[in-house]
Nanobody
């Protein structure tokens, strides 16, 4: 089992920045990738970014490319999502997720473990 705990959400004005953190614990040695998803009210959970734990390759949704950066601190088993130039449409609950399979993509179904989520609200 892997436990994930997110932090760092909050309220920010458009154009502002936030950094989310996701601390992983438990059997993290089996983790292939860590990802961030978001879910706005009444909408499906969608992919935001992903980082392969070995090698550090990153992937982003087109909607956040150039504004968000996913990174890691191996020593702390923590993944970060640096969010800049935030827009009101970025408002959502942000979830951290971990996947054990190398076949992982952008579907939430491909991830094995989830955090509880952290709210990000961007005002205009």
């Amino acid at each position: 089992q892997v436990q994930l705990v997110e932090s760092g959400g909050g309220l920010v004005q458009a154009g502002g920045a936030l950094r989310l953190s996701c601390a992983a614990s438990g059997r993290t040695s089996s983790t292939y990738a860590m990802g961030w998803f978001r879910q706005a009210p009444g909408k499906e959970r969608v992919f935001v970014a992903r980082l392969n734990w070995s090698g550090g390759r990153t992937y982003y949704a087109d909607s956040v490319k150039g504004r968000f950066t996913i990174s890691r601190d191996n020593g702390k088993n923590t993944v970060y999502l640096e969010m800049n130039s935030l827009k009101p449409e970025d408002t959502a609950v942000y979830y951290c997720a971990a996947a054990n399979s190398a076949a992982v993509g952008i579907s939430p179904r491909e991830y094995d473990y989830w955090g509880q989520g952290t709210q990000v609200t961007v005002t205009s």
